[in-house]
């Protein structure tokens, strides 16, 4: 199984950002897949998921009205749209797959966000 996320880099504050996670390995059909991120410094914490079937979403309310995560069935990838980015917000970001939405076991390498003041 791989979880290939992509789409990180340097953004001014109040600008957007779209990461993208391939998956690959396996059906993902009724896994949650969810977006972490992690600062320097800072525990790793939960940021968003949708549920593979029916694409159900659950946002940190720290992201909730800026970002948006979607899934493109076909292709087998799940988004996270960032918007009016803060600098609060820098971190690796990291998704992941797992069949319950507390679990998740299956892990991609993370992909930098930096968000400049």
């Known amino acids: 199984v791989q979880l290939q996320a992509s789409g990180g880099g340097l953004v001014q504050a109040g600008g957007s950002l779209r990461l993208s996670c391939a998956a690959s390995g396996r059906t993902f059909t009724n896994y949650f897949m969810g977006w972490f991120r992690q600062a320097p410094g800072k525990e790793r914490e939960f940021v968003a998921r949708?549920?593979?079937?029916?694409?159900?979403?659950y946002y940190a309310d720290s992201v909730k009205g800026r970002f948006t995560t979607s899934r493109d069935n076909a292709k087998n990838t799940v988004y996270l749209q960032m918007n009016s980015l803060k600098p609060e917000d820098t971190a690796v970001y990291y998704c992941?797959?797992?069949?319950?939405?507390?679990?998740?076991?299956?892990w991609g390498h993370g992909t930098l966000v930096t968000v400049s003041s």
């Open positions: 992941a797959a797992g069949g319950s939405s507390l679990v998740y076991v299956y």
């Open positions: 949708i549920m593979w079937s029916g694409g159900s979403t």
